[in-house]
Each structure stands twice: as C-alpha cells, then as structure tokens.
C-alpha cells in the first residue's frame, strides 16, 4: 500500500478507460493522466530504448535512445516530476549492476539510477541474455538451406530455452534490488511484443523456415511467462505485450509493431517502430490504471 501512496505523486488515479485506435488491440487511460511530481525511471535494452525512431538523443548516443520509446511517451502521458531514461541498445541483465561499454561511451549501470525517492520503475530486459536477435540471424542464414524444414530448431535444440531458465534467478535479483534500493516504488516489468506469427511464416520476406517460425514463437512465449512469473513472485506488474500481436509481427503487411530485416518504417530491424512503442506505452498505463483502481477498492 505504501508502494501505492508514493505512485499517487506520479500517477493520478487511472480508473477512467477510453478506447485507442482498434489497431493498439489495448484500452488506455484518458489524456488527463495528471501528475504532481515524482520520479520515473525506465531501464531496459533495445526494446525499451528504440534504435532508429526519431529523434535519437540521450548520452552515450550508442545506446540509441528515441524519444518516442514508451518510456518517454510513459513520462509524458503522466507528467512525471523526475524522468530518467537509462535504457541502452544491447544491454544484458549484467548491465543493469555493472557499466556498459558503447561505442565512443559507456552507460553507468542502470540500477546507479533507482533512488530511494523513485517512484516507478519500468524494466524490460532478457532478450539479449538468450541471444534472441543474434540467434534470429543466424536462423535466416539456416534457413536458405531448408526453408520448408527446421534447421535452426536442429541447431539450438533447448539452448535457448535452457537460457531463459538460467535467466530467471537474475530477473528475481534485479526485481528485489529494485525494492531495496527503492522501497516505495512500484515496479513494472515489461515483456517484448510478438515477433513472429505462430504459422509457417512469410518466408523470404522474413528469413525463418517454416518449422523455425514456430519454433522460435515458442521461445519468445517462454521468455514472456518468465518474466511475467519472476514479476509476480517479486511483487512486481507485469505488462503482457506479446498478447494481441496477431497480425501485427514481423510477417503483417500493414500495421506492424516489430519490424522485419528489411524495415518499412524507421526502427531497427527485428524491433518495435513508433506503433509498436505507442502500443507498450498504453499497456503500462492500462496496467497502473487497473492496479491503481485495485488498490483503491
């Protein structure tokens, strides 16, 4: 509950919903999302931190901050006091106790960033302690020859899975280290928007065989579910992002929120655009909305 009376200096009470484009498939608060003060502070890798949607800005610039990644459009929508943006491009768990080095640069560790007047912690981490881009590459060059069969599932076997699993007991550390440096911020662990469909795919246009597609759909789920079972157990939100991204993945024809290799909109490839930001922007707030009311009840 006190958790909850420190959010209130940022968040005013979210409990009237209003519809967004059909598009977003979320429910987010109206615009008067008002805020007195507090301090918000987002980590995260290059899901949070958005290579490639304009306008790029921050130090080090090799972190490849936008400021139109859901943090920034988070700190907006809610008028925070204190805004801190410590996400960085290729960041791993260990980057979050340690310094990373960028190029011409490094990103202090982002948990030097959680103070104990913050309010709200966001943090959307994991992808890159399994390997996800790098091993989706190295799946498209697998793929040229068996596009039909499931070469890169041959190749992995449970590796991958194996490292979500390993990464688990890290997540926990990263959530109690949160709280204690912390202690009366709310805590939000944010999952990663689907990137694939479920089906056989679209290959060439996206490079992932036929058996692959599913293959690694089934590794993003799982990494998804431990961050959401991490997130509870740790007293932490969880913001599920996966969820509606039927038609919206790398393989959609219109209204992606990933984009693929060969990118149609501005974002690095196998990443959110603007869409795909704006969207995990209004989950977080539908999340502290409804967590908000709950609390209140």
Not at 39 to 57: E, K, L, N
Not at 73 to 83: M, Q
Not at 237 to 255: K, N, P, Q, S
């Amino acid at each position: 509950m006190r958790r909850w009376s420190a959010l209130a200096a940022v968040l005013a009470p979210l409990v009237t919903m209003t519809a967004v484009p059909a598009a977003h498939a979320a429910r987010r608060p109206t615009a008067a999302a008002l805020v007195t003060g507090g301090r918000y502070v987002a980590m995260g890798d290059s899901f949070t931190a958005g290579p490639m949607i304009p306008r790029q800005h921050g130090k080090p610039f090799a972190c490849l901050r936008s400021d139109h990644n859901y943090p920034s459009l988070l700190a907006r929508a809610l008028k925070a006091g204190e805004f801190a943006d410590v996400s960085c491009t290729a960041a791993t768990i260990t980057d979050l106790f340690q310094p990373q080095h960028v190029l011409f640069g490094e990103n202090p560790a982002q948990l030097s960033a959680v103070t104990p007047d913050t309010a709200l912690v966001t943090v959307g981490i994991g992808g890159n302690d399994i390997g996800f881009s790098r091993t989706f590459y190295t799946c498209a060059g697998l793929s040229i020859t068996a596009p039909k069969g499931a070469p890169c599932m041959k190749h992995f076997g449970t590796t991958l899975t194996d490292r979500v699993a390993a990464a688990a007991p890290r997540i926990a550390t990263v959530i109690s280290t949160i709280h204690a440096r912390a202690p009366h911020a709310v805590v939000v662990v944010v999952g990663y928007l689907r990137i694939l469909p479920s089906d056989t795919g679209c290959w060439p246009s996206v490079p992932a065989a036929a058996g692959d597609v599913p293959y690694l759909d089934r590794v993003e789920r799982s990494l998804n579910h431990m961050l959401a079972e991490e997130a509870r157990r740790g007293g932490a939100l969880f913001v599920d992002d996966y969820r509606g991204g039927t038609g919206h993945d790398m393989c959609a024809r219109a209204r992606r929120w990933v984009e693929p290799i060969l990118i149609s909109h501005a974002a690095a490839p196998i990443h959110p655009n603007a869409i795909g930001m704006r969207v995990v922007a209004d989950r977080v707030l539908a999340t502290l909305a409804a967590a908000r009311a709950a609390a209140d009840r």
